[in-house]
């Protein structure tokens, strides 16, 4: 990939400030809306995919990334659908990598289902990657192949094995899901721990329609924190990773678990974050529908002060926050698009 400095290069474009006085540092960057699984609360079975055609070109998302790396953000996840699937994406995070390096970015990382990993390890840490976050709901090899549909349980460990093995430190991510793996959940923490792996539950969130009723799904994380407590002795800590997660020790283990509760506890009034789609439409919130679109900014000129001027135009436009709801009387998803467009 041509990483050649642009027009940012050396300079310091104004900080992205949204309207509530929060500094937009992280940028989440979902490289393809495309996953070699069809995880049941993320994705229908038979999933319509964007055209090829639609998709930025990795050397349009790296240019997008370094203007917003000019305007302050220190932290770029990258995010997909399964982002190690897109093609030749490690053009992409090595360019970034430099950033690392040179010091422009704080960190480089990304979000995977893991079975790409095996493959992938080695590269990501040599390319700068120091962390990634690996989502895995079950350690059941039958319950795995049925949550994801698609999905291969020993494929996604020896990939957690290959990440270990290259340095990579990994929080697994696990989505909390009520009657199908909230009772697995203690066995999870103390497999992560002991690997020296964090680990962090997350709620459902009603994006985009799936084959499945989400208020089934739904676990609060209050209630399963509460099941928690029962057996391990939590104690808050001020640990962050820039992200909405909240952390406590677990004293049995010495690990970190992690809570995201969009839907109980929001954190929207900390947010920091914008989510850029592999089509170069920018959501200022998770939540919300309203969009930007930087693709025509960014083609519309080699110039990137146009593009900094649009940037500027969607984060004047950030919500304090969003309206996710899951009840039996608002049995639609509360975006209409899947979490794999946006980006996990």
Known sequence: MNSRPGPFSGQTASPMIDPFGRM???????????????????????????PKKDLLTLEELERLCRAFIAKGVKKIRLTGGEPLVRKNIMHLVRALGERVKSGELEELTLTTNGSQLARFAGELAEAGVRRINVSLDTLDADKFRQITRWGELARVMEGIDAALAAGLKIKINAVALKGFNDAEIPAMIRWAHARG???????????????????????????????????????????????????????????????????????????????????????????????????????ASGDDAHLSAAIDEAISRKPKGHDFVIDRTRNRPAVARHMSVTGG
């Open 24 to 50: 937009v540092s992280y940028l989440r960057v979902s490289v393809t809306d495309r996953c070699d699984f069809r995880c049941t609360y993320c994705m229908a079975e038979n999933m319509t995919f964007l």
């Open 197 to 299: 792996m964090d680990f962090t539950v997350i709620e459902t969130m009603p994006m985009g329609e799936i084959d499945e009723d989400r208020t089934d799904q739904y676990l609060p994380l209050s209630e399963l924190r509460a099941a928690l407590e029962r057996q391990f002795t939590l104690s808050d800590i001020p640990y962050r990773t820039g992200g909405p997660a909240r952390y406590v020790e677990v004293q049995e283990t010495g690990g970190r678990l992690g809570f995201i509760t969009p839907m109980t506890h929001n954190f929207c009034e900390s947010c920091n974050r914008v989510r850029l789609t592999c089509t170069g439409t920018l959501y200022m919130c998770l939540g919300q529908n309203d969009a930007a679109d930087l693709r025509a900014a960014l083609r």
